[in-house]
């Protein structure tokens, strides 16, 4: 079964910067895993952020960016604003693509 | 920009079937660019997939659940379907439709619907 890992939680102050990782059991995450991000706030529906490793939807504030670094997928927020304060999901593609597996979440607190 | 919305009822009892069903309004669920996709996620705890499906009929079942999954396609409805078998008490969940851009893109969500399974 594989799994996707991130960080359980993490806090950050207002206007700082903070990383966000998205680890695969398989190995290291390259493009081909297509890393998606989501942002989720209390009682709403996922929001999503960044597809294909590092693409914006058009809604996706310019302070959030995805990259890969160190065989993981990442998540960076820049000059992070209250509002970001939410959980925080990556998605990650086995099988030839069509088999999404989602990690576990990253609790974001702005402090 | 589409819009999605589940529909069904929000309780089931235990050994029954779960059935959901995601209306797709601002664009049509024929498109050759989407794939259609079930999330769920249980009180408290992070987002599953179940599976995917094209216009086409082609499906693709997370292989945990994959023996009790059905999903549809109903194009004169633009809309798709989700039947999961035998239910249990940890089939609890809220359950999210999505857009599939390039089979890829979770890009639109419904609100999604609550569903509990209790006797």
């Known amino acids: 079964q594989t799994v996707v890992t991130q960080e359980p939680s993490l806090t950050v102050s207002p206007g700082g910067t903070v990383t966000l990782t998205c680890a695969s059991s398989?190995?290291?995450?390259?493009?081909?895993?297509?890393p998606n991000w989501f942002q989720q706030k209390p009682g709403q529906a996922p929001r999503a952020l960044i597809y294909?490793?590092?693409n914006k939807h058009s809604w996706t504030p310019a302070r959030f960016s995805g990259s890969l670094l160190g065989g993981k997928a990442a998540l960076t927020l820049s000059g992070v604003q209250p509002e970001d304060e939410a959980d925080y999901y990556c998605?990650?593609?086995?099988?030839?693509?069509?088999?999404?597996?989602f990690g576990g979440g990253t609790k974001l607190t702005v402090l | 920009q589409l819009q999605l919305q589940e529909s069904g009822p929000g309780l089931v009892k235990p050994s029954e079937t779960l059935s959901l069903t995601c209306t797709v309004s601002g664009g049509s669920i024929s498109s050759s660019s989407y794939y259609w996709v079930w999330i769920r996620q249980p009180p408290g705890k992070g987002l599953e997939w179940i599976g995917s499906?094209?216009?086409?009929?082609?499906?693709y079942y997370d292989p945990s659940l994959k023996s009790r999954v059905t999903m549809s396609v109903d194009t004169s409805k633009n809309q798709f379907s989700l039947k999961l078998s035998s239910v249990t008490a940890a089939d609890t969940a809220v359950y999210y439709c999505a857009s599939l851009y390039g089979s890829a893109i979770p890009d639109y969500w419904g609100q999604g619907a609550l569903v509990t399974v209790s006797s």
């Open positions: 998605l990650l593609y086995y099988g030839g693509g069509q088999l999404g597996v």
């Open positions: 294909s490793t590092n």
């Open positions: 398989t190995g290291a995450v390259t493009s081909a895993y297509y």
């Open positions: 499906i094209y216009y086409s009929g082609s499906t």
